[in-house]
């Protein structure tokens, strides 16, 4: 079990990333390649990566790195820098620049717990021309892998940064650490992860802990080795076979392709531009969902039945304008970045939102 200790000032400090860190999706999945688990929602993907792999020859690289990052209950930290956070190209930077001894101390970890391939050696020279190479093996990887599905990735992720922040607003960072059950049990001022490979204490030291989303992420959530690095916890979104696939409406309500009951529409002006642009019902839908709503709250804010919002929030969906994400029995909704600027650039005064009843 690996215990993660609080003080008031870690909770103070305690925060969401804004996404996903790619080169913590590049490991992971590199390890859900080579996995027995999570066949149901990733055979599709494994099958698709391996032969688009086969066919641009990268399929003995991926062997190289595979054995780099073993299916297993340890790998490098210096694989997945903070940096990461800010881009993957960011990410192999600070790869390459990691200090020889750090390379060489993390690898000779790996080498005792599960065994280190006898190239990774050249990891630790002083000349950083085999990280180098190592980054180029890391972004071919990337690009086949993990680049084409990264807007699945960051639809998952961001309907489930759009639940967390909204119990962050209403319960604040307990609530929201006991919300992660039963991946991880908030038991003041420990917060508990059940399952982790090693009995371990994790002292925040008034460091804060960043809360990474995952989606490649299997099993249990998992920290850095190292204690000395920025506090990062990475956890996994959850078991989703239809991730490649776009969400399903909610039980209950119309399937897709069924005419939208005829129901009057909110009162918008008629000025208003974003009403011109997409009709004034899914307009005031679009609105609505700024606020982080499930669709029956749509539904009550906008006046129209539940399954009309439904229906109103699958064509917004497809249009890149939000991502939707369900929860327990609910589907929840939040606009993508594409739909906060179109929101931004048509915004309404204070009457507007009051006659339309949001």
Not at 49 to 58: K, Q, S, T, Y
Not at 170 to 176: F, Q
Not at 187 to 209: F, H, K, N
Request: net charge positive.
């Amino acid at each position: 079990m690996l215990r993660i200790h609080f003080t008031s000032t870690d909770l103070a400090r305690t925060h969401l990333a804004e996404g996903p860190d790619p080169l913590w999706e590049t490991v992971f999945s590199l390890q859900m390649l080579q996995a027995r688990y999570g066949r149901l929602a990733f055979a599709e993907w494994r099958q698709r990566v391996r032969v688009d792999l086969r066919r641009h020859g990268l399929a003995s690289e991926t062997r190289g790195l595979r054995s780099l990052v073993p299916d297993a209950s340890y790998f490098p930290d210096f694989l997945t820098p903070p940096e990461g956070l800010l881009g993957m190209e960011a990410g192999i930077e600070a790869i390459v620049a990691a200090p020889p001894a750090r390379v060489a101390y993390e690898l000779g970890i790996l080498r005792e717990r599960v065994g280190a391939p006898t190239w990774a050696q050249e990891l630790a020279d002083r000349t950083p021309r085999a990280r180098e190479r190592l980054g180029r093996m890391l972004s071919g990887y990337h690009a086949r892998a993990v680049a084409p599905y990264w807007s699945a990735i960051r639809r998952r992720t961001e309907a489930d940064r759009a639940i967390r922040t909204r119990t962050l607003r209403t319960a604040g960072v307990e609530g929201l650490l006991d919300g992660f059950r039963p991946a991880m049990r908030w038991s003041p001022p420990v917060l508990e992860i059940p399952g982790y490979p090693l009995d371990r204490d994790l002292y925040l030291e008034e460091r804060g802990l960043l809360l990474v989303p995952s989606h490649f992420c299997w099993g249990h959530p998992v920290s850095f080795a190292d204690a000395e690095l920025p506090p990062t916890l990475l956890y996994p979104l959850g078991r989703d076979p239809g991730w490649m696939h776009p969400v399903p409406s909610e039980p209950g309500h119309l399937p897709l392709g069924l005419p939208v009951p005829n129901l009057p529409p909110p009162d918008l002006p008629a000025a208003d531009p974003l009403a011109r642009l997409l009709g004034s019902t899914r307009a005031a839908v679009l609105r609505a969902a700024s606020a982080i709503a499930n669709t029956r709250e749509l539904a009550r804010h906008t006046g129209i039945t539940p399954a009309a919002a439904s229906q109103h929030t699958a064509v917004l969906r497809e249009a890149g304008l939000i991502t939707s994400r369900r929860h327990a029995n609910s589907v929840f909704h939040q606009p993508t970045q594409l739909g906060a600027a179109l929101l931004r650039r048509h915004q309404v005064g204070p009457e507007t939102t009051r006659r339309s009843g949001l």
